[in-house]
Structure formats: C-alpha cells, structure tokens
C-alpha cells in the first residue's frame, strides 16, 4: 500500500508539486504479486488517525476496478514488474470532513488493507 501524503499549500495550485515532497509519500509494510491475493476486490481498505477510522471501503467499490485501471495506464506508459500505481484515496480525506481535519506534526496514521498489512506513519513537519 501506498500513503501519498499530500502538502496542501502546494497542492492548492499544483496536484504535482503537492504530492512530490521530499518525506511525504511511505510504502509498504511490503509487496505482494497479483498471484498472492485471491479476489482483489474483496480486500478492506481501513485508515485510522490517532486510532479513529477515518476511512473504510472495499476495493469493489473503486470507481475504476484494478484491472481498467492497469489498462488504461498501460495506453499513457509501459508497466513493468514492479511498478506501483496510486490509485486514489477513498472518501474521508481531511478536505473532505465538515470541518476540515488536516494532518498535523504527531499524528499517527495507520492505513490496513486486509490480509497484506498495516502501514503506519507519524507526521512530521521537517
């Protein structure tokens, strides 16, 4: 899994600029191959922050599947082994609370997909 973190100061003008920080983006715990997950769209994306579900879904309900989405970035650049596609982040981003809840130094985000793992991070401001 992929935490894309976003620096909103930049991303207000430019999605690129805010999503390329140094330190900002984290992967893992680790990779697994397509062969290694059974049904793909059954796995549970669940996001805590500060051990408060934020965010919850099944991959199933991704406006785009995996599969079109591999096809349609194959048309724009060659895949290869290994690479990673960000697909997106699920309703609950902090812009999208009423209010608006952004991340702020000392959080703790934990971001579990079902039967891969847990990513967890602390926010930094450095």
Request: charged share 20%; proline share 6%.
């Amino acid at each position: 899994m992929l935490n894309d973190g976003s620096v909103r100061e930049w991303q207000n003008h430019s999605i690129h600029a805010g999503k390329n920080f140094a330190g900002s983006g984290a992967c893992g715990p680790w990779m697994l191959t397509a062969d290694e997950i059974e049904k793909p769209e059954n796995m549970e994306l669940t996001t805590r922050l500060n051990g408060v579900i934020v965010q919850q879904t099944m991959a199933n309900e991704m406006i785009f599947s995996i599969p079109q989405q591999i096809a349609y970035i194959s048309n724009i650049l060659p895949l290869s082994a290994g690479d990673i596609i960000a697909t997106g982040s699920p309703e609950g981003t902090g812009g999208s609370r009423k209010p608006p809840r952004f991340l702020k130094k000392d959080d703790m985000l934990d971001i579990t997909v079902s039967n891969i793992g847990t990513l967890t991070n602390r926010v930094d401001d450095s």
